[in-house]
């Protein structure tokens, strides 16, 4: 069982006071409180440290922790140059790097980002699986490319990951397509759905497509994104992650929590609900804390550390998730 925490590296949840530069610290507190990943989020529609260059500076200064993101937009970059950044955080991390990568959604957080990116919002799945594609080829070594979409010729030497073949490459989403997807191509599963009972369905749905390929099921990684709010009563975490919810995006807490993992309560219960998603198959949970001030995110983080042991002996009690053969 795997417990991470994403960075607050977004400045809707800075206070006025805050230096950006404390996240780097707040990441090694992390590690040393016994998170075993550090997760950042991507986007250019609201102000926050490059994901890439946040991983970077962790990169030298932590020891165990896996770094990862959650998740990368690879169209907001060149994909050559994304595989020589991530091959550069790999090999600066010693091999901790896990990629969760997505393409984006239809509205604001979606469409206008292909725009500043100068792409094509349309066939943006296909565009996805090719660039991880190209970055497997580059990171095994390849001088050529040649996709439906992306073609390359005479590529130069590029810099190889600390690992063989690169780093993990994980998909978020959970549509049908996501899924059949995440079975047959991806090394994780990294979604957000409101209920278990979604997140154990969508899980069977990607052991069928993987044994469909001829994959394993043990070779995908089964993670939850997951906002967490812990108070001393449940109407006050409730009414915390709803002022969260509405600074980072612009909704309120019952509409966020229709589509997305929200788990707000004592400490007691988030353990219990956190604990119903690793009975439903989750064994890396990257859990988001809904705080507005970095001085609230390490409150949140202090008291999610106490949860880790629990949760650990949940995921034990409960075995490796159910495969299908």
Known sequence: MDIGVLLPTGTAQWGPADDPRELVAFGRHAERSGFTSLFVNDSL???????????????????T??????ALMPFLRRPVQA????????????????????AGFPGRFGRPLYTLSELPWERRF?????????????????????????????????????????????????????????GRLYDGWLPYPPEPAAYASGLLDIHKAA????????????ALFVSVRIDDDAESARHSMDAYARATYG???????SIQAVVTGTADQVLHRLGEFVAAGARH?????????????????????DLIPALGRQAADQGEPRHVT
Do not use: C, K
């Not at 922790?65 to 959650?70: E, F, H, M, S, Y």
């Not at 699986?129 to 073609?151: K, M, N, Q, Y």
């Not at 998909?171 to 397509?177: C, D, Q, R, V, Y």
């Open 83 to 102: 595989a020589q950044s991530l091959a550069s955080i790999d090999l600066l991390s010693g091999g901790r790097l896990a990629v969760t990568v997505g």
């Open 211 to 222: 044994a469909g390929a001829g994959r394993a099921a043990e070779e995908i990684t089964p």
């Open 126 to 182: 296909a565009r996805l699986d090719e660039t991880v594609a190209l970055w497997r080829a580059l990171w095994d070594g390849a001088d050529a490319f040649h996709g439906e979409i992306l073609r390359f010729t005479d590529i130069p030497p590029t810099t190889r990951p600390f690992r063989a073949g690169g780093p993990p490459v994980w998909l978020g989403g959970a549509t049908p397509a996501a899924l059949a997807r995440t």
């Open 45 to 63: 529609i609201s102000p926050r440290i490059e994901a890439l260059t946040m991983l970077a500076a962790l990169a030298p200064v932590t020891e």
């Open 251 to 257: 909704l309120p807490l019952e509409e966020l929590e």
């Open 285 to 305: 949970l990257v859990v988001r804390l809904a705080g507005q001030d970095l001085r609230t995110q390490r409150d949140q983080l202090e008291q999610a550390a």
């Open 65 to 70: 922790v896996t770094l990862g993101t959650a």
